[in-house]
């Protein structure tokens, strides 16, 4: 695989980060004041936060996944080239996994 054509979509990556944003800006007036986050056995709700401050958190768990992809998509680039492209497609599933998560729950926060 190309190497400036690896950057670009191991960069492409962060995209999700601005689309949860927007998500997240978009649903904005229709969250609670009190976000749960955290939840016991049961699935009731034992934590809250402001909309705010679940923004921080969703973003800020999806930032430090993709800090780590890149660092790793580096790595694996440099030191195993010719398994970049499976890297790579490993990479994009548990990225977009994690950013369906946590657009699910915003949707569902949001309509639920």
């Given at each position: ?14 995209l999700t ?42 973003l800020g ?18 030191q195993r ?32």
């Amino acid at each position: 695989m190309d190497s400036d054509s690896y950057q670009k979509r191991l960069w492409a990556l962060w995209l999700t980060l601005p689309t949860l944003a927007l998500h997240y800006w978009l649903s904005w007036d229709r969250l609670p004041e009190r976000v749960p986050t955290k939840y016991d056995a049961s699935d009731h709700a034992i934590a809250f936060a402001s909309r705010g401050d679940a923004l921080k958190i969703l973003l800020g768990v999806l930032g430090f996944a993709l800090v780590m992809i890149t660092a790793i998509g580096y790595l694996i680039a440099y030191q195993r080239p010719e398994r970049a492209r499976v890297a790579l497609v490993a990479m994009y599933v548990m990225i977009v996994v994690m950013w369906l998560v946590e657009n699910r729950f915003v949707w569902s926060l949001a309509h639920g």
